[in-house]
């Protein structure tokens, strides 16, 4: 059993961007590795380099002729107009740029590795991971490849016979319900904004009795996740008996990220990863979605500082504030005026509220599909 958290990162995220104004042109791995190494939260013993995946492995989702494709794409750095309409390769959603099979293929070789760390025990973190919308024969959703079906896949792999995946993204993973709808040894729980692209996971969606969707509305607040959490993720991954876990923590819920409108603080991530930690031997932490560089940066550093124990910093030493204040978020009004707390602090400031009743009646509807 693994006897620290492991820590999987790339330089290649650091090399590579999605280009011009895309949301993915901003800095994240890179940061949460800078940030944590600056807190002396990163110590070489616990990291680990993320290996690439081979085509081959990738067919295990993913049908060849796309993966032909996308190799082929990066390769050439162009697609013919029948691989555009085929695979929804060089689209706006989906660009070409340099690393386009590479950055995601790493991303499906660090899940691939984490699992087979914790073929014993223990927890990993893989924020590079959470690509959570593509799917099989085609990009979706700027995911290229899903390396969550790939996580849950290792995991099984190596022996894990009953596995939750728990997606808190402000998007509903599309791609992950393709991958396991109707497997009764996955049980995926989603907490995402409702009418929101991708526009699936209403709260009757079951994936064959996979799945359990809470669709939520604009400006969930911290209360309302810690409810979400206490009364519907706890009571079902206890039912479940897992013994493997697979978080997604897209932090586009967080209240500046530019894609949504829910208003949590990176408080509310923490506590689910921390609630979720001793709730079965072995837990990957994944990124995924989050396009303000300095809410997403500050928020998966401070996840991984939960998964070792470690509380946030009152105020962050000289050294990260300047790695916040190297980011850069041109071509977005948020970006013009960052509030200090950004710069200097790791924690958010909380955003407790309301919990609004539609909230606790979507719960409801879930629970008693188990305990009716």
Not at 32 to 42: A, E, I, K, Q
Not at 211 to 240: T, W
Not at 360 to 368: F, H, P, Q
Request: charged share 20%.
């Amino acid at each position: 059993m693994l006897q620290r958290p492991i820590f999987i990162g790339s330089e290649i995220y650091r090399g590579s961007s999605y280009g011009g104004l895309h949301p993915l042109r901003v800095q994240r791995v890179s940061t949460v590795m800078d940030l944590s190494r600056s807190l002396g939260w990163l110590p070489e013993n616990q990291y680990r380099t993320s290996p690439r995946a081979k085509p081959k492995a990738l067919w295990e989702f993913h049908t060849p002729a796309y993966i032909s494709a996308l190799a082929r794409a990066e390769r050439r750095g162009q697609v013919s107009d029948e691989d555009r309409a085929q695979f929804d390769l060089g689209s706006h959603s989906n660009p070409v740029f340099g690393e386009m099979f590479r950055r995601p293929a790493t991303g499906v070789g660090g899940v691939m590795l984490a699992a087979e760390l914790l073929k014993d025990g223990g927890i990993v973190h893989v924020p590079g991971g959470g690509t959570h919308h593509g799917m099989p024969d085609r990009a979706n959703g700027f995911c290229y490849l899903n390396d969550p079906v790939f996580a849950i896949k290792a995991l099984q792999h190596h022996g894990a016979s009953r596995v939750v995946y728990v997606d808190i993204d402000a998007h509903h993973p599309d791609g992950v319900e393709v991958g396991f709808s109707g497997d009764p040894r996955v049980r995926m729980i989603s907490i995402h904004e409702e009418n929101r692209w991708p526009f699936t996971g209403r709260i009757d969606e079951t994936a064959q009795g996979s799945a359990y969707n809470l669709p939520v509305m604009r400006g969930l607040n911290d209360s309302e996740m810690r409810i979400a959490l206490q009364e519907l993720i706890v009571p079902l991954i206890e039912n479940f008996e897992p013994d493997a876990i697979v978080v997604q923590c897209g932090s586009d819920a967080i209240e500046e990220d530019p894609l949504s409108r829910l208003s949590l603080s990176n408080n509310a991530h923490a506590e689910v990863v921390g609630t979720l930690m001793p709730m079965a031997t072995r837990l990957m932490v994944l990124g995924g979605g989050g396009y303000n560089p300095w809410s997403v940066g500050r928020c998966w550093t401070r996840i991984w500082g939960t998964l070792n124990g470690l509380d946030a910093p009152d105020i962050l030493s000289d050294e990260s504030a300047q790695i916040l204040r190297a980011l850069k978020f041109e071509g977005n009004s948020r970006g013009r005026n960052p509030p200090e707390h950004w710069f200097v602090a790791l924690a958010d400031r909380p955003n407790e509220g309301f919990v609004r009743n539609e909230i606790r009646a979507r719960i409801e509807i879930l629970r008693a599909r188990v305990w009716s």
